[in-house]
């Protein structure tokens, strides 16, 4: 679809356009992303090591660890952002749903926009 292949400007800010995918939709086989959901995260890990560990297999533009507001604790969960959409295909198709993350074993999905898939 060319609305999505272009590239939109709002307010001066670039944004991107991803294809909605309704809530409990299964995603579709030709949609790509970049961004993954990391889950069950150790609360000590460091937006550092996050990064650095998950560097391993592809380059990160972009890592969250989700913090509370009010405490600014770790909820448990982040992302991570690829440069590359073939890099989140690889790094599922090898290591599945699970990965260890120094002794800790923590839950991957694809994420398209506000859908992460189960």
Same mark, same amino acid.
């Given at each position: 679809?060319?609305?999505?292949? @272009?590239?939109?400007?709002?307010? #001066? &800010?670039? /944004? %991107?356009?991803?294809?909605?995918?309704?809530?409990?939709?299964?995603?579709?086989?030709?949609?790509?992303?970049?961004?993954?959901?990391?889950?069950?995260?150790?609360?000590?890990?460091?937006?550092?090591?996050?990064? @650095?560990?998950?560097?391993?297999? #592809? &380059?990160? /533009? %972009?890592?969250?660890?989700?913090?509370?507001?009010?405490?600014?604790?770790?909820?448990?969960?982040?992302?991570?952002?690829?440069?590359?959409?073939?890099?989140?295909?690889?790094?599922?198709?090898?290591?599945?749903?699970?990965?260890?993350?120094?002794?800790?074993?923590?839950?991957?999905?694809?994420?398209?926009?506000?859908?992460?898939?189960?």
């Amino acid at each position: 679809m060319r609305v999505i292949e @272009d590239n939109h400007v709002i307010d #001066g &800010k670039q /944004v %991107e356009i991803k294809r909605t995918i309704p809530k409990g939709a299964a995603p579709l086989k030709d949609f790509k992303t970049k961004k993954i959901f990391v889950g069950g995260l150790p609360t000590a890990l460091t937006d550092g090591e996050f990064k @650095d560990f998950f560097s391993k297999f #592809g &380059k990160v /533009v %972009e890592h969250e660890i989700i913090c509370d507001h009010s405490t600014n604790r770790s909820r448990g969960f982040g992302f991570i952002v690829f440069d590359a959409e073939k890099t989140v295909d690889e790094l599922l198709a090898k290591k599945g749903n699970k990965i260890d993350l120094n002794g800790t074993q923590v839950s991957l999905r694809w994420c398209f926009l506000n859908f992460c898939e189960p």
